[in-house]
């Protein structure tokens, strides 16, 4: 595991349980907690939260002062940016069209910008980008592009309003305010 901070006062905790591979970067005061898999060349950044049984796979991208609650798995392709809030049960996927024998496979990313939050058991279909500040409700299957502070729920996810940085629903207006 290697340390992205030089202030050697704020390494990272990993619980005892935890499996952290040898090549996985974790940032300074990063926690990762019981259970949780850190595969080699997953990137963490600083001050994150990885919650219980938490899979970050190889070449996943984690930005710092992210929130990932329990039973989450962010798969390669998947980059999530600074002060990101994933509830528990949430599901990122990278593969389109998925087969167990594939040999064509190709990994499809999905990019989650800073400051976004998306609600527990939600399901993200690779290859959108949610921005900045968005608000995925609990349990929505998004299979589009979320714009910056838009609230989308439900299954397929759709537009249900505008929220501010703190998440206060400001509008329900189909168009930004």
Same mark, same amino acid.
């Given at each position: 595991?290697? #340390?992205t901070d030089n202030?050697?006062?704020r390494?990272?905790?990993?619980h005892?349980s !935890?499996?952290?591979?040898?090549g ?7 926690? *990762?907690?019981?259970?949780? #898999? &850190?595969r080699?060349? $997953? *990137?963490?950044?600083d001050?994150c939260?990885?919650?219980?049984n938490?899979?970050l ?8 002062? *992210?929130k990932?609650q329990n039973n989450?798995? @962010?798969y390669?392709?998947v ?6 809030? &994933?509830?528990?049960? !949430? &599901?990122?996927? /990278?593969?389109l069209?998925p087969?167990a024998? /594939? ?8 990019? @989650?910008?800073r400051? !976004?939050?998306?609600?527990a /058991? $939600? ?17 929505? *299957?998004?299979t ?10 439900? /299954?397929?996810?759709?537009p249900?309003?505008? @929220? ?9 207006? !189909?168009?930004r305010?």
């Open positions: 595991m290697e #340390h202030d050697s006062s390494p990272p905790f990993v005892p !935890a499996d952290v591979e040898e996985a970067t974790l940032g300074a005061g990063t926690k *990762v907690w019981h259970l949780a #898999h &850190v080699s060349s $997953a *990137v963490v950044g001050d939260v990885i919650g219980r938490v899979y796979d190889a070449n996943a991208v984690v930005g710092s002062r *992210v990932i989450v798995s @962010v390669q392709g980059t999530i940016e600074d002060e990101v809030f &994933v509830g528990p049960c !949430a &599901v990122f996927t /990278n593969d069209r087969r024998q /594939n040999p064509d496979w190709k990994i499809t990313p999905t990019l @989650v910008r400051g !976004a939050s998306i609600g /058991n $939600a399901t993200l279909i690779c290859g959108i980008e949610v921005g900045e500040y968005a608000m995925i409700a609990a349990g929505s *299957v998004v589009k592009d979320v714009p910056p502070y838009q609230l989308v729920a439900g /299954n397929p996810a759709r249900r309003g505008w @929220v501010d940085e703190s998440g206060e629903i400001v509008s329900r207006e !189909a168009e305010p």
